[in-house]
Nanobody
């Protein structure tokens, strides 16, 4: 069992930046690929970014490439999503998730554990 808790969400103006954190409770954190997903009202949950267990590989959705970065600190059992140049369409509940693979998977179905989500709202 992996417990995940997101934090750092909030309201920011378009063009601004926000850093999300996800703290994991597990003794084998580095064995999990970690992903970020988001869900806007009325929409399906969609992939945002992922990072491999080592932190050496990352994946990003086309919609956020060049604007978002994902990183992890395995000593702190924490994964981060740094969001820059935010747009109103980035508004969503953001979830972190742990996969049963060390790879930076883009597939929602490969993630076994999910956090509670944190709201990100980007205003004009």
């Amino acid at each position: 069992q992996v417990l995940l808790v997101e934090s750092g969400g909030g309201l920011v103006q378009a063009g601004g930046s926000l850093r999300l954190s996800c703290a994991a409770s597990t003794r084998t954190f580095s064995s999990y690929g970690m992903g970020w997903f988001r869900q806007a009202p009325g929409k399906e949950r969609e992939f945002v970014a992922a990072i491999s267990g080592s932190g050496l590989s990352t994946s990003f959705a086309d919609s956020v490439k060049g604007r978002f970065t994902v990183s992890r600190d395995n000593a702190k059992n924490t994964v981060y999503l740094q969001m820059s140049s935010l747009k109103p369409e980035d508004t969503a509940v953001y979830y972190c998730a742990a996969a049963n693979t060390w790879r930076a998977s883009t597939r929602l179905t490969e993630y076994a554990y999910w956090g509670q989500g944190t709201q990100v709202t980007v205003s004009l």
